[in-house]
């Protein structure tokens, strides 16, 4: 288990990172540099904001998840697919598992990872539970739409190598639990780590399971402050 806790001190580098992040998760660059290009700043500011949603809750479940993929891909090396640029409505949740991985071994074998991604400024069991009920469905493995969804995404990205492997593993050879790592990212007001480690402690899975807490205790302030930056940026740039 790993619990990172953001001190005051770096709570606003935290926000100005954040902040740097959300324009790609909600859109491609290619397609604000050509709104930039034909329409203009004010435009390409104006399409950004109209992706971004407005509402606290939306907020918090979506920053949770953009830190959860980062972690993933900074700290365990998956390639996580920028998922948010393809939501119904700015202010509804994905369906689906909330990280979806994928790596190519020494070997040149598929590695998955499966999260689960929780945001709450209070942290109860209800939320652990759930998130660990998502992690065992599919026999611990990403689910099947999932995969699809993240190896048609990776093609039209042009990163053929790695969505030939997904499409190989779904389609020919099978998934085997052991190439799956699973991982609960917490990110939370309050100190999750009893409930972190309750959970862990308890798990008998045959996949391995990460679980990481990252705490900042003004949660809502926190999130307010990098969406407000990350629009002001937009305008400003």
């Not at 998840?65 to 998956?78: C, K, N, P, T, V």
């Amino acid at each position: 288990m790993v619990h990172m806790v953001a001190s005051p001190t770096t709570v606003a580098r935290g926000v100005d990172w954040a902040a740097a992040q959300i324009s790609n998760q909600y859109a491609g660059p290619d397609r604000i540099a050509t709104i930039l290009a034909e329409l203009g700043k004010p435009a390409a500011a104006a399409y950004l904001e109209g992706k971004l949603p407005s509402s606290k809750r939306t907020r918090s479940g979506d920053l949770g998840e953009i830190i959860g993929a980062q972690y993933a891909a900074r700290e365990l090396g998956f390639r996580v697919v920028e998922r948010l640029r393809w939501k119904d409505h700015r202010e509804m949740s994905m369906r689906g598992d909330d990280l979806v991985g994928v790596r190519a071994a020494t070997d040149g074998s598929l590695e998955l990872l499966k999260g689960e991604a929780k945001s709450r400024a209070t942290l109860g069991t209800a939320t652990v539970t759930g998130a660990d009920l998502a992690l065992r469905s599919d026999r611990g493995r990403p689910s099947p739409h999932a995969l699809s969804f993240v190896a048609d995404r990776l093609h039209e990205l042009g990163e053929h190598t790695l969505a030939n492997l997904v499409d190989d593993a779904q389609l020919t050879t099978g998934i085997n639990q052991r190439q799956v790592v699973q991982l609960l990212f917490t990110f939370t007001g309050n100190d999750p780590r009893n409930l972190l480690r309750t959970n862990t402690t308890a798990y008998r899975g045959r996949v391995r399971r990460l679980a990481v807490g990252l705490q900042v205790s003004e949660h809502q302030a926190f999130i307010a402050d990098v969406y407000s930056k990350a629009i002001a940026d937009a305008r400003n740039s």
